[in-house]
């Protein structure tokens, strides 16, 4: 299985963003919060002592927002976890940090406490300079060079930069212009691309369907062009094939549906299906930091929400994971869900292959152990992936 911890901490809350998080407390109860999670692990260590994790991620919120001390804590918390457990041959830990918030002193932390991956997160160039109600505080050029080199300075680290793309009024030259001149500079190890999506409706929204497929061409065309890898219709890419351009416990939840626990408020755990999201549990005291109506003001100090998944529904979950690599894996889906698997979606892959009489390549191809998305499916992936979880739709006109 593998371990999150999430730290929901933030300097500034970007708008585009749906996960529990809130601004910086102060070290008091930076402090308190961790000694929540640090007393929760190890609870579920002694009730677990024979754990072998295939990866271990710690995200937010932003970690690196903790004070020296604290950040320093949380370091001592994934050392103490780290020498109580196995660990799989691929194991590959990541942190998120921010450019406002990286120091040499986080850094070395990171690398003492055997860390290797960093993630952080751009964003968009174009659209942080024109919209500066969302959130998001645009580090400049200098700084943001200043920080990678500080990071590649310590070495041995891997180099994951975010963006996003399909905001309202940008243009394809824009992303090409901006986007390719900072990798070109900064040079990640590896680049994730994010479709802007989100509940609230704000000025700066996402454009059309169709415009944000265009978007994802030019990124894609841009990304192979510079050497980086990753099949069509995958959000995640790499100098290194070997690791699909994320963590080891993305990678694992990813390809292979693999288990996994949550440490922190809201953090989300699965284990065979069985799913659960951390309410107030063991966070009594950090509740009233939180934004209202986020999680139950209620909450015990074990509350949490367990849900028993019908296997449709744990397939559907693993189908949307696996989709960031750009499709998923037939061969796992019929040893964990379905092992009648191409006799149950026969009528949607024949469908989804078939397409090729009104297009070149149809929506899918099949080959090796996985199923991908094609450039034509990708652009409407939402109801190709839906297919997945509701055969019976292929039967409406």
Known sequence: MSFYIHVPFCRHLCKFCEYTRCLVPDDNLQRNYLQIVHRDIRRFLLEYPNITLEGFDIGGGTPSALSP??????MQIYREVIHRVNITDDFEPSIEMSFKTITPEKIKMVREAGIRRISVGIQSLYFSRRHSDIGWKYPEAKEIIGKINDIR????????????YGFSNQSINEVDNLERLALEELNPDQVTVYELRTN??????????????????DWYRMLTDMGYL??????????????????????????????????????????????EYNAGKNAADILPLIPPGRIPRDATFEASEHYDLPVDEKFAKFVCISAYSGGFSWRIAKERFYPDFFERFGPVLDFLVSRKELFSNGDIEISNDRIYVTKNGFRHYGPLWSLFYKPQLITVK
């Not at 001390?69 to 949380?74: K, Q, S, T």
């Open 200 to 217: 609230q409706l704000y000025d700066y929204g996402s454009t059309k369907p169709e415009m944000r497929a265009a978007f994802y061409d």
């Open 230 to 275: 990753g099949a069509y219709g995958q959000n995640t890419f790499s100098l290194d094939r070997h690791d699909y351009g994320v963590s080891s416990y993305i990678r694992h939840r990813m390809l292979d549906g693999g288990d996994y626990k949550g440490f922190g408020i809201s953090a989300q755990s699965m284990s065979d299906g069985n799913v």
């Open 153 to 164: 300075a310590a070495g041995g680290f891997k180099i994951n930069l975010d963006f996003m």
């Open 69 to 74: 001390g604290n950040f320093a804590y949380l």
